[in-house]
Nanobody, 123 residues
Framework: QVQLVESGGGLVQAGDSLRLSCAAS????????MGWFRQAPGKDREFVAA????????YYADSVKGRFTISRDNAKNTVYLQMNSLKPEDTAVYYC????????????????WGQGTQVAVSS
């Protein structure tokens, strides 16, 4: 079992920045990929970014490339999502997820999920 706890969400204005954190505990050694997803009201959960625990390989959705940066601190078992130049369309609940496979883009490839943290961007 892996437990994931997100933090750092909030209400900001367009152009502002936020940093989300995801603290992992439990059997984290089994995790291979950590990902961030988001879900806006009435929409499907969508991929935002992912990173491999060991090699630090990063993946991004086209919609956030150049604005968001995913990183990890292996010693703290924590993954971060730095979000810059936020837009109203970034408004969503952001979820952290852990995968024990090499897949990273689809929700079905993740085994454990956090409870989510709300990000709201006003125009």
């Amino acid at each position: 079992q892996v437990q994931l706890v997100e933090s750092g969400g909030g209400l900001v204005q367009a152009g502002d920045s936020l940093r989300l954190s995801c603290a992992a505990s439990g059997r984290t050694i089994a995790a291979y990929v950590m990902g961030w997803f988001r879900q806006a009201p009435g929409k499907d959960r969508e991929f935002v970014a992912a990173i491999t625990w060991l090699g630090g390989r990063m993946y991004y959705a086209d919609s956030v490339k150049g604005r968001f940066t995913i990183s990890r601190d292996n010693a703290k078992n924590t993954v971060y999502l730095q979000m810059n130049s936020l837009k109203p369309e970034d408004t969503a609940v952001y979820y952290c997820a852990s995968s024990t496979t090499t897949g990273w883009a689809a929700p079905r490839e993740y085994d454990y999920w956090g409870q989510g943290t709300q990000v709201a961007v006003s125009s």
